[in-house]
């Protein structure tokens, strides 16, 4: 069974910082990763897909590695903003379509 | 195309009565999920269709949880009887193959006193 881990569980740092935040996945047999955002009392919005074939994926101050092997992707993102705090989340697809997601990563940046 | 729409946004319900929450995917997605999110056990598959067929409900905690899809447009989650540990955050989710793409929902929340 595909078991997802996201480390740390809350992070708080101040404005303009450079941050990482990391997933781990038990299964390496993984059709895509997906890192997603959740604000408070909202629903899910998808920030970077990375196909299993792929090694990362970037969006403006956002990318996303992905080391099947291993089984781990990071999500970096550069010059943290306030409006960047919320929580994410990194989810696998195994092939079947349904996701398999970590915990989350709760993410406070300081003005 | 406004999203996946769901309704209510908020219940509340007293034990043992019925709770049913409902879902609009995007127009043309194939594939439709339901999860629940709480604090304990994060997000959770409960079940998901493709053209609208249950592929796989064992995610569905007991007997009191039942789901169906009669279109491609509407879906639905039905608690019967409801209990307090029912209590959380019900995503809906609709995905396409191609492009791959998955949205989610705004969330019932749900709480049972």
């Known amino acids: 069974k595909q078991e997802v881990t996201q480390i740390p569980a809350a992070l708080s740092v101040p404005e303009g910082e450079n941050l990482v935040l990391n997933c781990s996945f038990t299964d390496s047999a993984i059709y895509n990763l997906q890192w997603f955002r959740q604000d408070p009392g909202k629903g899910l919005t998808s920030l970077l897909l990375?196909?299993?074939?792929?090694r990362e994926q970037t969006s403006g101050r956002l990318n996303a590695s992905l080391d099947k092997s291993s089984g781990r992707s990071t999500l970096y993102i550069a010059a943290s903003q306030p409006g960047d705090s919320a929580t994410y989340l990194c989810?696998?697809?195994?092939?079947?379509?349904?996701?398999?997601f970590g915990s989350g990563t709760r993410l406070q940046v300081q003005p | 195309d406004a999203g996946v729409i769901q309704s209510p946004r908020h219940e509340v319900t007293e034990m043992g009565q019925e709770v049913t929450l409902r879902c609009k995917p995007i127009?043309?997605?194939?594939?439709l999920f339901w999860y629940r999110q709480t604090m304990m056990r994060g997000l959770e598959l409960l079940i998901y269709?493709?053209?609208?067929?249950?592929?796989?409900d064992s995610g569905m905690p007991e007997d009191r949880f039942s789901a169906k899809m009669p279109n491609a447009s509407f879906s639905t989650l039905k608690i019967q009887p409801s209990e307090p540990r029912d209590s959380a955050v019900y995503f809906c989710?609709?995905?396409?193959?191609?492009?791959?793409?998955?949205?989610f929902g705004s969330g019932t929340r749900l709480t049972v006193v």
């Open positions: 989710a609709s995905s396409s193959a191609v492009p791959y793409g998955y949205t």
């Open positions: 269709f493709n053209n609208n067929v249950p592929i796989d």
């Open positions: 989810a696998v697809d195994t092939g079947r379509r349904a996701l398999t």
């Open positions: 127009s043309g997605h194939d594939y």
């Open positions: 990375i196909q299993s074939s792929q």
